[in-house]
């Protein structure tokens, strides 16, 4: 009496690459990035509205200003887990509708723990800071890449690769480490551009812009390449 491990006459090693090359095709039928990077790219923009006319502003007579972007607080803590909650259901219905399972459980996780850090910084230098000075003097610059990782485009960099980990995608991993590289060390998000130049509300508003724009057009380039892949 004997026990065979694959049918009769089957190759294993074929058989194990039918099976990788099957595996490889379901992750490719349920992906779905352009939509999340659209999602994520029209919350931004979205939110440039509520930063400028929430912002609160007090210049003085000798040039100098303060302001605090209040209507952050007011955007993000909402906006956050309800554009995660739409990715989820994105991907939940384009794998019902091609007859394949979806994990959404793990957007909707790191939705709800970005949302949960953002908003915890936020409030905390919100209280804390307008008491008391800031820790060093000069800022070091490494202070300055902590602020934008944790304001909300930083995140969404965080979210990205989050996603290009649950996908394992090569493309979507290195778009989101150029993302990252945007926010941190290029745009100015924790003060804008220079306000003579622009103002405060719309030199802090033009980095935004900015991030918004690049995910809308990042979606739109993984989209085609959907489409090519399908064709």
């Not at 007011?74 to 887990?81: G, N, R, T």
């Amino acid at each position: 009496m004997t026990t065979e491990s694959v049918p009769a006459g089957g190759d294993p090693h074929r058989l194990l690459s039918d099976v990788h090359t099957l595996t490889r095709q379901v992750r490719l039928d349920r992906r779905v990035t352009w939509a999340a990077l659209l999602v994520l790219g029209a919350a931004t923009l979205f939110g440039i509205p509520f930063d400028w006319f929430g912002m609160m502003v007090h210049c003085h007579a000798d040039g100098g200003c303060e302001f605090a972007r209040r209507g952050v607080l007011y955007y993000w803590p909402w906006a956050l887990p309800a554009a995660y909650a739409i990715i989820a259901m994105l991907y939940a219905r384009v794998a019902r509708q091609r007859g394949l399972g979806a994990r959404v459980l793990p957007y909707a996780i790191t939705g709800a723990l970005t949302t949960l850090l953002f908003t915890a910084a936020w409030v905390a230098a919100a209280l804390y800071l307008p008491g008391h000075p800031p820790p060093f003097n000069p800022l070091p610059y490494w202070w300055f890449v902590l602020d934008r990782l944790v304001s909300p485009w930083g995140l969404i960099g965080v979210a990205l690769l989050v996603l290009a980990w649950l996908e394992r995608h090569l493309a979507l991993l290195a778009f989101g480490l150029g993302y990252l590289a945007l926010v941190l060390f290029v745009l100015p998000m924790g003060d804008g551009f220079a306000s003579p130049l622009f103002g405060i509300r719309a030199g802090m508003a033009l980095p935004q812009l900015i991030v918004g724009v690049v995910l809308l057009l990042s979606a739109a380039g993984f989209a085609r390449a959907a489409r090519r892949r399908q064709r």
